[in-house]
């Protein structure tokens, strides 16, 4: 019995220690105690289990170990955790005004306007009622440009009580900065209508519209610079 106890605290102090060859003194033990001690295959299987509850306690800590780095990494400063900086996300511009204001044009036309952008890529509405008749209009503003420093905004017409502007048409109210701002109608009645907002324009330029009708506008309007 002490020797079968010597040559397990031999074994397990050697395994302890974590060593790749056995010492030639545990070698002689095990010997010894092979030819004397019969071979039971419970003992085996007990070894065995023991060992590959070992080599699981083993697997779980590096798992765990792992899964405590990564966390660590992803709380440093710097890679999303807390105290990092996220990625911003750069804020989407601001449409420039073309523009904004409420005014009486043509004499008698309560206007109303609010538009964004530039070139083909106009956005906002227009409104506009004859106080004399009290028919109106309200258009989808689409497009501008610049002839002869007179700013035209044109668009599509997409309501309509006024006999000069049946829906689905195109209008443009032309706008000459100044003090004051001076301005003016120009009315496409033609079916079908021009191709494009901007064609609408140069169909108007070929028909011979001109800004020489502007008028001063009664009201305040804000164009852009």
Do not use: H
């Not at 070992?54 to 780095?69: D, E, G, N, P, W």
């Amino acid at each position: 019995m002490s020797t079968d106890r010597e040559t397990t605290r031999l074994v397990r102090s050697w395994l302890e220690e974590g060593a790749t060859r056995l010492p030639d003194r545990v070698l002689d033990a095990v010997l010894d105690q092979v030819s004397t001690t019969p071979q039971r295959r419970s003992g085996w299987s007990a070894w065995r289990s023991y060992r590959m509850n070992t080599y699981a306690k083993l697997a779980a800590a590096a798992a765990a170990a792992l899964v405590v780095a990564v966390v660590g990494y992803r709380l440093l400063p710097g890679n999303g955790g807390i105290g990092g900086s996220n990625p911003t996300t750069a804020p989407s511009p601001t449409a420039s005004l073309l523009a904004k204001g409420t005014f009486v044009v043509a004499g008698s036309f309560n206007t109303t306007i609010d538009a964004t952008g530039s070139g083909s890529n106009v956005s906002g509405t227009m409104t506009a009622r004859d106080a004399g008749t009290a028919q109106g209009f309200s258009v989808d503003l689409q497009c501008e440009r610049t002839i002869d420093g007179v700013l035209w905004i044109g668009g599509d017409v997409t309501e309509t009580t006024y006999a000069d502007s049946p829906k689905g048409t195109r209008i443009a109210i032309l706008l000459k900065p100044g003090s004051p701002v001076q301005g003016i109608f120009a009315f496409q009645a033609s079916d079908p209508p021009s191709a494009s907002c901007q064609a609408f324009f140069d169909d108007m330029l070929a028909l011979g519209a001109s800004p020489q009708g502007l008028q001063p506008i009664t009201g305040t309007v804000e164009l852009a610079p």
